[in-house]
């Protein structure tokens, strides 16, 4: 199996490394992230008062938005040097899982199937190369995890201080210090648990108060109240479909390791119990990704490991466990390649998309509403939207006023539109970025004047009173284009 796993790994490493290369926004969140490090840059507040204009929400912690800042002054303003440093987030959780699994197996063979087999999975590779801080959040979690693992009397200081800046970069890496505190509980070690769970809420209590004065009052809007969007267990068992096959690959595996109840494994167990319980809690919200089952998948890997040394030390040994291994290591090749060679499988063809930032950036307009934030802050533009999708959330459901942004469409303010869907498209279908007044607003007074097949950013529109045929977009539409 390590051999199958080996060498889907470095497929997907070098497929991961093409597509890292990419100039354009290869996801809607990418473009917001960049920007917000370039305002950090800039001297400009990371979490402004989320009432003004121009409108930036920031739902994340600081640290992934500080990390990317500096790549962005090393390298200058480009998607390539953020991407990276997220590759490499994406190979230290690799590591890491593979030593968590040899400090309880001894094996670094299996240790390095199970922890490359990470990045092999499809959610994985439709995440790895993107510019979005869930990698990071992980690797930090992982590394405390591990620490406190090595040396829980000693080092348990550094494990907490890891985990707080993991919970800093997302507040939903809990599954680690949960698993510690519960191993903790299960161990009836009161004073060590009160004392991991004191440093941890103490330095998490300490972050808050700082960033609450250094934001002004708005970091808590921000990150704690940016997401009251719906719950649905479609959308929960939509992204674990997307994982299915890299669960299904170890399910044998992660079944046996549950059912052995090992005194010396149990954190593993309950690092598996909390990331799974965390991903059902948050992943089944509209607004949530596969990026909300990346830590579910880590902990399966660490599963799957520890079940697979357990077959492997059993005496008589499992005369499948060979072939079950070969299957295994078989399917986790395919599944890359599959990946990697069907266009189908994959949102990353973005030649096009070099029409849609070529006319944004040689375009005479100032004020710009965009879905695509990349194109946007590549071309020097302002950015006087940085978060469509949240403030249509907080506007539905009555945290923000959408008033300022549809007069402002009423009054034609904005020389230009990037959308990722027509006004009349959005009137009907709907949208989860902008509400249907707004959309409305998009159909009584823009006219599409350009279309293109790039993410985030299919359709060109400007103002009406511009239009050279009122009434009729039809005659004004060119694909791949600007027609003046």
Known sequence: ???????????????????????????????????????????LPLYPDPRA??????????????????????????????????????????????????????????????????????????????????????????AGFLVWLRSPRRCWPLAVLLFALALYVKPTALPAPGACLLSLAAEKEWKRACAFAGLLGGLCLLGLVCMQRWSG??????????????????????????????????????????????????????????????????????????????????????????????????????????????????????QVMLFAGSPTESDFRYEACTDLYSAVRESPAKNILSENVGALVLAGKPVLLAEPFLLNQMVQHGLLSGEQ??????????DLMVLDSDPQTLRTDGSDRWWPRLADAFARNYYAVARFDCKDGNVMLEPRESSPVVGNTGRSEARGGVLH
């Open 405 to 414: 942004m549809e007069r402002r469409v009423n009054n034609r303010e904005f």
């Open 1 to 43: 199996m390590a051999g199958f796993v080996l060498v889907a790994a470095l497929l997907a490493t070098g497929e991961s490394i093409v597509r890292v290369r990419w100039p354009f926004q290869m996801d809607y969140g990418e473009g917001i992230i960049l920007y917000s490090a370039e305002r950090l840059n800039q001297g």
């Open 53 to 142: 204009y121009p409108t930036v929400l920031n739902p994340y912690g600081p640290v992934g938005y500080f990390l990317v800042a500096a790549c962005v002054r090393l390298g200058g303003l480009t998607f390539l040097y953020p991407r990276l440093l997220m590759l490499g987030c994406g190979l230290l959780v690799a590591l890491l899982l593979a030593l968590l699994i040899e400090h309880w197996t001894h094996n670094w063979a299996l240790a390095w199937a199970f922890g490359l087999f990470f990045l092999t999975t499809r959610a994985t590779l439709l995440w790895w190369p993107l510019l979005r801080v869930d990698l990071l959040a992980i690797a930090l979690s992982l």
């Open 217 to 334: 009052g708005n970091f808590f809007f921000h990150v704690f109240r940016s997401h009251p969007d719906q719950y649905t267990f479609d959308n929960l068992l939509h992204l674990f479909a997307v994982a299915q096959l890299g669960l299904v690959s170890l399910a044998l595996f992660v079944g046996t390791f549950c059912f052995t109840r090992e005194k010396a494994t149990r954190p593993a167990m309950f690092y598996l119990v909390c990331s799974f319980g965390v991903a059902m809690v948050t992943a089944g919200k509209i607004g949530s990704s596969i990026n909300h089952i990346l830590e579910p998948l880590a902990a399966w890997c660490i599963a799957g490991g520890l079940g697979c040394r357990w077959l492997i030390e059993r005496q008589p040994r499992p005369r499948f466990l060979p072939i079950l291994g070969c299957f295994c290591g078989a399917l986790t090749v395919y």
